[in-house]
């Protein structure tokens, strides 16, 4: 059984810094992809970036800058450190894990981690 295990999340002052991290045990195989999403109160889950079993990073446009995403697959582990945050950062964040299997792509959600931003 795939487990997928946020943590990281907190309450932080406006402009400091923040790193989630996210496990993933259970796995039966090589992950596909992992994927950080955050979903702040009444708006819809989005992407914030992506990191595939060989390190290709993918970000959202809008995510660009202070976030990065990086990865560990010995430990399954990938990481999303969080800079100069602001207040509108304030969500949950959930992590995404995508394997490939023969009979096609299979995701697993985390349960997420709160970051709460004070300005």
């Known amino acids: 059984q795939v487990q997928v295990v946020e943590s990281g999340g907190g309450l932080v002052q406006a402009g400091e810094s923040r790193r989630l991290s996210c496990v993933v045990s259970g796995s039966p195989t090589t992950y596909r992809s992992i994927g950080w999403y955050r979903q702040a109160p009444g708006k819809q889950r989005e992407l914030i970036a992506t990191i595939s079993n060989t390190g290709n990073t993918n970000y959202a446009d809008s995510q660009k800058g202070r976030f990065t995403i990086s990865g560990d697959t010995a430990r399954n582990t990938v990481d999303l450190q969080m800079n100069s945050l602001k207040p509108e950062d304030t969500a949950t964040y959930y992590c995404?894990?995508?394997?490939?299997?023969?009979?096609?792509?299979?995701?697993?959600w985390g349960q997420g981690t709160q970051v709460t931003v004070s300005s």
């Open positions: 995404n894990v995508i394997y490939i299997t023969s009979t096609g792509a299979i995701d697993y």
